[in-house]
């Protein structure tokens, strides 16, 4: 089957894209909009500052951007190497349903094994059915871990 996506690293032009998307991410997985200029210097920081992440993004054949996935790293001291968690992503329900889940998985999947990575990770929401289902498909295996928050209040 050939895809009718080019997936590449992002650039800042796609700024504006990767914060709406994720806001739109967090709307749809929480059920709350984040703080837009929260939002804003988060993916600033990523796409370009000091965070230790990696963004790229989906196009379709008329070069409109059509989805997002980053990735952050976590060194692991007892083995020796990078975790890299899938931090962010993101297709709008209009392009969903097409493979390009599946398309963007593989890629940062490939991504990491050529990087060296110890293992690819993520977090979903347990209710998110669908998510999980699409993760399942590309390899992903439920974790015997359980993620937990020590939450501070925000002002």
Known sequence: MQSHYHIREARDSDFDVLVAFTIQEATETEGESPDPQAVAVGVGEGLGGSAPATYWVAESEDGAV??????????????????????????????????????????????????????????????????IAAYRRSGFEIAPYTVMVHPFETN
């Open 66 to 131: 059509v989805g997002s996935i980053s990735v952050v790293t976590e060194w692991s001291n007892f083995r020796g190497g990078d975790y890299w968690w899938v931090q962010s992503f993101y297709i709008p329900p209009e392009h969903r349903g097409k493979g390009l889940a599946e398309l963007l998985l593989a890629f940062v999947t490939n991504n990491a094994r050529e990087n060296g990575a110890i293992e690819l990770r993520l977090y979903v929401l347990q209710a998110n059915q669908r998510a």
